[in-house]
């Protein structure tokens, strides 16, 4: 079955201290990974599609890559407003069914 | 931007009634999708819909699951009998198309409690 696993768990950043979130997933041959953004009692909002190893993708702070074996989100001068939990999630062999980490929950202090 | 709406956004019921939970899709998707996460743990797949028929379901749907989409806007998940197990987050989702590098559009949620 496809793991996906994310670390740190949370992680607490001062305004403007960049940092990085990963995504390790083990899959029978990589068919894209998604990023997505969850705020409290609310639902994923998506972020990235990254699809081949190599990828990047950028949204104002967020930047995303994806290796061969993992996926970096890295956060640049964070704000208190990018304060959320990150989450990851492959597609299964049928591209129905999204396999979720278990996310990393981002505190950015003023 | 176009959403995918939720109703409602909270669910009271007390264990062994019927609950149907309501999402209108993103209105160019053809695939739906219904997720679930019980507090403090991951978003889990329950089942995905096409054309009017489940595409793919996980172990967690059993025979007191059951979708529907009943006109043109509107999907529902109905859960025949609840249990205390089934209070959790329920997420709709829907995409323009399949594929590995088409993105599911998730709703709010509406937070089921059973008692």
């Known amino acids: 079955e496809d793991q996906v696993t994310q670390s740190p768990e949370a992680l607490r950043l001062q305004e403007g201290e960049s940092s990085s979130l990963n995504c390790s997933y083990t899959?029978?041959?990589?068919?894209?990974l998604f990023w997505y953004r969850q705020d409290p009692g609310k639902g994923p909002e998506f972020l990235f599609t990254l699809y081949s190893a190599g990828e990047e993708k950028e949204k104002e702070r967020l930047k995303a890559t994806l290796t061969k074996k993992e996926s970096f989100l890295h956060i640049t001068a964070p704000k208190p407003e990018d304060s959320a939990t990150y989450l990851c999630a492959v597609p299964d062999k049928s591209d129905y069914k999204l396999s979720f980490g278990a996310g990393t929950t981002v505190t950015v202090r003023a | 931007e176009p959403e995918v709406t939720q109703t409602p956004s909270h669910q009271v019921t007390q264990m062994g009634q019927e609950v149907i939970l309501r999402c209108v899709p993103i209105?160019?998707?053809?695939?739906f999708y219904w997720y679930r996460q019980i507090l403090g743990q991951k978003v889990e797949f329950l089942v995905s819909f096409y054309n009017n028929e489940i595409s793919e379901k996980s172990e967690i749907f059993d025979d007191q699951f059951s979708v529907e989409r009943p006109d043109g806007s509107n999907f529902t998940l109905k859960i025949r009998s609840t249990k205390l197990e089934d209070s959790a987050m329920y997420f709709c989702?829907?995409?323009?198309?399949?594929?590995?590098?088409?993105?599911?559009?998730f709703g709010d949620g509406t937070r089921l409690s059973i008692l």
């Open positions: 989702a829907s995409s323009v198309r399949q594929g590995s590098n088409q993105p599911q559009h």
């Open positions: 209105s160019n998707h053809l695939y």
């Open positions: 899959v029978s041959g990589l068919r894209g």
